[in-house]
C-alpha cells in the first residue's frame, strides 16, 4: 500500500473557501500540481489558458532558480480535487513554560495547525503562479538537488462540478486579472538585476558622477513641476533603458532577460552619454553648480531650454542613439555637436515641431517632427 504524503500546513478560513498553507517540496510541486486547463470542458478554452503560459518567462524562471543563490518565490495558489486529502490536527500545542500565563492565545490557533496528508492521486492545478510553476518543473528536470527545497502552497478545496468550476474560475481570474505589477518606482528603488534600475541609483550615489543628485531630481511620478529638478528619476530610468537596449542591440522590452552583474560595463557607457551632456551644455552645468536656476530654462512663456523637460530628454537620447546608428565609434563628438544647435523649446529647431510657440505648451511630437529635429540637431552645418 502506498504510502500518504504529509504535508505541513496552517489551515484557514476565508469567505466561502478553506485553505491550507501547505509547506510543499518543489519536487512535489512540479510531480503534483498542473496548469489551470482543467477549469474548462471546452477543449479550446482549456487551449487558451495553455497558451498564455510564456515559454520564454517559464524558461526565464528556470534559469533564476538555478543560477540564483537568494531564490525566493511567493506561495502558489492551487486547486485540488478528487483523491482523499485529510486533514490532521496537531493537539496540545498550548505553550507551558513560564510565560505562558503572559500570552494571549486565541482559540483557533491550535485548530489552523497540522498536517494535509493527500494519497498522490489528488488533482492539483495552479490558479495563481503559473508561470513559476513551469519555472519549477524545469529547474527540478534539470538540477534533482533543488527540487528538496520549499515553496509555500496554498491550497483551496475544488469542486469539479459547473458551479464549482464557475467558482475556481472567478478565483483564477481575481488573483491574476486584479494583480497590480510592480511600479516602476519600487523596481528603481529595489531592484538588484533591472539593468537601468541599478545604473540610475548608482548615478545619484556614485561620486564619481556628480550631476545628478537627490536635490535636482524629482522623485515623484509626475510631471516636473517643482524649481529645483532638472528631470525625474523616472525619467532617468526611461533613457538608460533606451541607452543600455541601444548597447546590447535588443528591444527594451527584452532588457529584462539580462542582469546587470553580467553587464555592469553598462554604467560606463551610460555614464559619458550624461557627462558629456552635461559638460557641453552650458545651461546644465550651471544649474548643478547652483540648482535654483532651473526656473531660468523651464518656463510657460517660451518653454525653456530642452532638457529640463521630461520629453525633452527622450527626444534628446534618441537623438543621439540615432547618431550613434550612424557613427558609434564618438558619442562625445555626436553630442558636442548636438550641444552647438539652438535646444530652447521656441527656437528655429524645436519651435513647433516640440513647443506650440502660439498655445505655449509642450506638443505630442509626431513620427515626422521627431525625424525633422533628429535631421536638424545631427546636421554637421546649422
Not at 505541513?8 to 473557501?17: A, D
Not at 479550446?44 to 534559469?63: G, M, P, V
Not at 496540545?92 to 500570552?103: A, I, M
Not at 509626475?222 to 535588443?250: C, E, F, M, W
Amino acid at each position: 500500500m502506498d504510502k500518504r504524503l504529509v504535508l505541513p500546513c496552517l489551515r484557514g478560513f476565508m469567505g466561502s473557501w478553506t485553505t491550507y498553507a501547505c509547506m510543499m517540496r518543489l519536487s512535489d510541486a512540479a510531480d503534483l500540481i498542473g496548469f489551470a486547463d482543467q477549469l474548462h470542458q471546452i477543449e479550446k478554452l482549456s487551449d487558451k489558458i495553455q497558451r498564455e503560459l510564456n515559454s520564454d518567462r517559464a524558461e526565464e524562471i528556470t534559469n533564476y532558480l538555478l543560477e540564483n543563490e537568494d531564490r525566493f518565490f511567493n506561495s502558489l495558489v492551487v486547486a485540488v480535487y478528487d483523491g482523499d486529502p485529510n486533514w490532521h490536527t496537531v493537539d496540545n500545542l498550548r505553550p507551558n513554560n513560564n510565560e505562558s500565563s503572559q500570552l494571549e492565545f486565541p482559540d483557533y490557533a491550535e485548530d489552523c495547525i497540522g498536517f494535509l496528508s493527500v494519497t498522490k492521486k489528488e488533482k492539483f492545478f495552479a490558479l495563481d503562479g503559473q508561470h513559476r510553476l513551469a519555472g519549477i518543473k524545469g529547474a527540478v528536470d534539470k538540477n534533482d538537488a533543488i527540487g528538496e527545497e520549499l515553496i509555500n502552497v496554498i491550497i483551496v478545496a475544488h469542486s469539479n462540478t459547473p458551479s464549482g468550476k464557475v467558482r475556481s474560475r472567478r478565483l483564477f481570474t481575481t488573483l491574476n486579472k486584479k494583480a497590480k505589477l510592480v511600479s516602476k518606482d519600487a523596481i528603481i528603488a529595489l531592484d538588484e538585476d533591472d539593468i537601468a534600475a541599478c545604473i540610475t541609483r548608482k548615478l545619484l550615489e556614485c561620486n564619481e558622477f556628480p550631476y545628478f543628485n537627490e536635490r535636482n531630481i524629482s522623485f515623484s511620478s509626475g510631471p516636473v513641476r517643482d524649481k529645483t529638478s532638472i528631470t525625474s528619476i523616472v525619467n532617468i530610468y526611461d533613457n538608460v533603458q533606451r541607452l543600455a537596449a541601444h548597447k546590447l542591440k535588443v528591444k527594451i522590452s527584452e532588457l529584462e532577460k539580462f542582469r546587470y552583474r553580467e553587464y555592469e560595463f553598462l554604467f560606463d557607457y551610460v555614464k559619458n552619454f550624461f557627462e558629456f551632456t552635461f559638460n557641453n551644455s552650458v545651461e546644465l552645468s550651471q544649474i548643478v553648480k547652483d540648482n535654483s536656476m532651473v526656473i531660468d530654462y523651464r518656463n510657460s512663456i517660451d518653454g525653456g531650454h530642452l532638457l529640463l523637460r521630461p520629453i525633452g530628454w527622450d527626444i534628446y537620447t534618441d537623438v543621439i542613439i540615432s547618431g550613434l546608428n550612424q557613427d558609434e565609434s564618438d558619442m562625445e563628438k555626436i553630442i558636442k555637436l548636438v550641444s552647438t544647435k539652438d535646444l530652447s523649446l521656441s527656437g528655429k529647431i524645436l519651435g513647433n515641431k516640440v513647443w506650440s510657440v502660439k498655445q505655449k505648451r509642450i506638443l505630442k511630437v509626431s513620427a515626422k517632427n521627431q525625424k525633422i529635429v533628429e535631421r536638424n540637431l545631427l546636421a554637421i552645418k546649422s
